[in-house]
């Protein structure tokens, strides 16, 4: 705690020396112990110049992900109050959980610069690098019927959509249900985990993973080919804090709609004019049968209304999208 004080006394102070003996009332420490702290945020890659009779001076910041980066001028209002960092994780969304159930807040975000166990939907293993990649779960306690849940993965899923065009000016596609795509290829991916009661959820953590800075040759061979990363796209590496208040901000900002309309108004008209599914021809691969038809709705949970030749319809609550024509703009 006494590090982020400390670390945002000077981002304060952008440029200018600041006295030990202003840090020391400010923070409520010796003199001896700011430097003991200064010393140490050196190691974490700090650039601070230190001069006698004058103080201390911020250079530079590393791009790591810890509360001190985060959450400085973050603005949020529930998503990111509380951020927990680790260095090595081996699942985000299993820490969240944890935390979740032993009355972690609403709005508590978990990260990590690396993550060694990462999964996604049907417990396949999603792939993390450390440093070049994002991961991260948020915990959320919205009052609401299991039913919607789903609204929570369309949420998450247009938070991404925004951030990523906030940060590199490109409009991915959404693909139904959870991925991110960008040049037909998967960037992003999202995964939401329920505690539920019969009527209630009693809290849902949303992980999110992302290839920010990811090289194409470092994916693993079987993935290579059908995945990427925002480096890929943009040839631009991208700073991880930068890109990781970005998102904050857009999922606070559209969790904020959810709690509002409820998430099947707003949130649902807004995924569907991102994703651009109403009308595309489908074929879903779905609890052992294959489903192929034209699209013609979104329901109020979140289902697809599929639609065959002979004009049978189908709902469509889950499963895999195997053909599906994607309009990037």
Request: hydrophobic share 40%; proline share 2%; glycine share 8%.
């Amino acid at each position: 705690m006494d590090n982020e004080k400390i670390i945002q006394i000077l981002k304060d102070h952008e440029g200018q020396f600041v006295s030990g003996e202003i840090i020391s009332q400010e923070v409520g420490i010796t003199r001896a112990a700011i430097w003991k702290r200064i010393s140490a945020l050196k190691e974490m890659g700090y650039v601070i110049d230190a001069r006698q009779n004058m103080g201390y001076r911020l250079m530079r910041a590393p791009d790591i992900l810890t509360p001190s980066e985060l959450q400085y001028r973050l603005g949020t209002k529930i998503v990111g109050k509380e951020i927990r960092y680790y260095p090595v994780l081996e699942s985000t969304n299993a820490e969240a959980f944890r935390l979740a159930s032993a009355g972690g807040e609403d709005g508590l975000v978990v990260v990590t610069d690396h993550q060694t166990g990462g999964k996604g939907r049907l417990n396949r293993t999603w792939f993390s690098f450390r440093r070049q990649s994002i991961s991260l779960s948020v915990v959320l306690r919205p009052k609401i019927v299991p039913y919607l849940a789903t609204m929570l993965t369309y949420m998450t899923g247009i938070a991404l959509y925004e951030a990523i065009y906030a940060q590199t000016a490109m409009k991915p596609a959404i693909k139904w249900p959870n991925d991110i795509l960008m040049s037909g290829k998967k960037v992003a991916g999202v995964l939401c985990e329920l505690n539920t009661e019969t009527d209630v959820v009693n809290f849902a953590v949303i992980g999110i993973g992302l290839n920010l800075n990811v090289r194409k040759k470092r994916f693993p061979e079987e993935i290579r080919e059908v995945s990427t990363s925002l480096y890929e796209e943009t040839k631009k590496r991208l700073k991880r804090v930068a890109f990781v208040k970005e998102l904050l901000r857009q999922l606070d900002y559209w969790y904020g709609v959810f709690l509002r309309d409820g998430g099947d108004g707003r949130i649902l008209a807004e995924w569907k004019d991102r994703s651009k599914i109403v009308g595309q021809d489908v074929k879903i691969r779905s609890f052992n049968e294959e489903i192929v038809g034209k699209v013609v709705d979104v329901d109020s949970y979140g289902a697809l209304i599929v639609e065959s030749k002979d004009g049978e319809r189908k709902r469509v609550i889950a499963g895999d999208l195997e053909t599906f024509v994607l309009t990037e703009e």
